[in-house]
Nanobody, 115 residues
């Protein structure tokens, strides 16, 4: 059974940085994209950034220049480096692994940006 386990969330002051990690355990095959999404209270889930197995990345407009997604394909792990964090970045961040036959989600990690 495949599980995605996120780590790295927490409380940070505005302007600070955090690095999220998401590792897949279990037998997972045919990954063609990984991504980070977030959901704030009372809001819809939104995409933060995605990366293909080949390394092509895409970002939501408000995250460009502040967030960087990367992956270690050998470890089935995806990362999200978040810099210059703002209070509006506060949300539960979830990772996603998309394969040719399945769509896997992590349980989420809370990121709170507050002074």
């Amino acid at each position: 059974q495949v599980q995605l386990v996120e780590s790295g969330g927490g409380l940070v002051q505005p302007g600070g940085s955090l690095r999220l990690s998401c590792a897949a355990s279990g037998s997972i095959f045919g990954i063609y994209a990984m991504g980070w999404y977030r959901q704030a209270p009372g809001k819809q889930r939104e995409v933060v950034a995605t990366i293909t197995r080949g390394g092509s990345t895409d970002y939501a407009t408000s995250m460009k220049g502040r967030f960087t997604i990367s992956a270690d394909n050998a470890k089935n792990t995806v990362y999200l480096q978040m810099n210059s964090l703002k209070p509006e970045d506060t949300a539960v961040y979830l990772c996603n692994f998309l394969t040719y036959s399945n769509n896997y989600w992590g349980q989420g990690t809370q990121v709170t940006v507050s002074s």
